[in-house]
T-cell receptor
Framework: NAGVTQTPKFQVLKTGQSMTLQCAQDMNHEYMSWYRQDPGMGLRLIHYSVGAGITDQGEVPNGYNVSRSTTEDFPLRLLSAAPSQTSVYFC?????????FGQGTRLTVV | AQSVTQLDSQVPVFEEAPVELRCNYSSSVSVYLFWYVQYPNQGLQLLLKYLSGSTLVKGINGFEAEFNKSQTSFHLRKPSVHISDTAEYFCAVGRNTDKLIFGTGTRLQVFP
């Protein structure tokens, strides 16, 4: 099992560019989530999904889109990158009482 | 609504000393409680979780936590820390693992 795989690990974007952060899990988990981690703020929930075809907004959804067409994949799209989206992004998958996290994507928007 | 407060942003401690990382939570419904550890440049790893039952929960790497419902706390403890315990520790709450609410984290720095 690879667990939760995030790509890319690092990315630099210019303001206004769009991109997709990839997240894949091979544990057949129903739940998948995206968080961003900023210094002094812990992890904040962006979007989450409780199964294929079902997504919902978390605490900080503005500027991000998600879709869940398969159980395995949960991509996060930045529509028009802004410097405020500079952060470390973590994808997680889980089943009931345990979440497994990917290694993170460090995104810088200049 | 749920919230988590980690009272200490940094905790310095010498090797082999005991440590306690504090976590208080607020929730109008019953929730599960978690402690995660993040080593530098890595993702989060589950240390332990409280679901129900015994209020003393034992986790990996010698850590344990005690759930106190009356004080709405879930403090993490280790009787003797090692250099390798240097990391950031996050307390989290949630009814399921799709929507975890995290605290702001406590950086544990263990000195030789």
């Amino acid at each position: 099992n690879a667990g939760v795989t995030q790509t890319p690990k690092f990315q630099v974007l210019k303001t206004g560019q769009s991109m997709t952060l990839q997240c894949a899990q091979d544990m057949n988990h129903e739940y998948m989530s995206w968080y961003r981690q900023d210094p002094g703020m812990g992890l904040r929930l962006i979007h989450y999904s409780v199964g294929a075809g079902i997504t919902d907004q978390g605490e900080v959804p503005n500027g991000y889109n998600v879709s869940r067409s398969t159980t395995e994949d949960f991509p996060l799209r930045l529509l028009s990158a802004a410097p405020s989206q500079t952060s470390v992004y973590f994808c997680a998958s889980g089943q009931n009482t345990e979440a497994f996290f990917g290694q993170g994507t460090r995104l810088t928007v200049v | 609504a749920q919230s988590v407060t980690q009272l200490d942003s940094q905790v310095p401690v010498f090797e082999e000393a005991p440590v306690e990382l504090r976590c208080n939570y607020s929730s109008s419904v019953s929730v599960y409680l978690f402690w995660y550890v993040q080593y530098p440049n890595q993702g989060l790893q589950l240390l332990l979780k409280y679901l129900s039952g015994s209020t003393l929960v034992k986790g990996i790497n010698g850590f344990e936590a005690e759930f106190n419902k009356s004080q709405t706390s879930f403090h993490l403890r280790k009787p003797s820390v090692h250099i390798s315990d240097t990391a950031e520790y996050f307390c989290a709450v949630g009814r399921n693992t799709d929507k975890l609410i995290f605290g702001t984290g406590t950086r544990l720095q263990v000195f030789p």
